[in-house]
């Protein structure tokens, strides 16, 4: 019986220690925040809204000095205004505070690298159209 309780309590003392090991993932996705980094993707501004959609991710931009002149850059490029536009930029990712609504993540524009328009054909978006 004791050897029983014993043999319960290592199993009980792994499966704890298990648990923290968790810790530095954490750290790792906080790194990755609050970096300044390159990133490539589309470009959406619409009604008073900028999004950055990469392979992975959703960002809200923050609209700023750098986001308005990318904004004028972006509007000779666009034939409709919800087109996408191709871009590389330099940015500072931030997560949104709590009591905001909007993307878990943020990007603060730092730099514009690239900019270029994207043919409709290979876009992934899906228009609505109306029969006239």
Aim: hydrophobic fraction near 35%; include cysteine.
């Amino acid at each position: 019986m004791q050897k029983l309780i014993v043999i319960l309590l290592i199993a009980t003392l792994f499966i704890g220690c298990k648990k923290d090991t968790k810790s530095p993932s954490s750290v790792v996705e906080s790194e990755e925040v609050n970096s300044d980094r390159e990133i490539s993707g589309s470009f959406f501004y619409f009604d008073d809204s900028a999004v950055l959609q990469t392979n992975r991710e959703l960002f809200g931009v923050i609209i700023n000095e750098k986001s308005q002149e990318l904004i004028k850059r972006t509007k000779p490029l666009k034939e409709a205004p919800t087109d996408e536009v191709a871009v590389t930029l330099k940015v500072k990712v931030t997560k949104k505070p709590e009591h905001e609504e909007g993307w878990e993540n943020r990007v603060e524009i730092i730099d514009i690298i690239n900019v270029s328009k994207v043919d409709q054909k290979d876009s992934d978006i899906i228009k609505l159209r109306t029969e006239e």
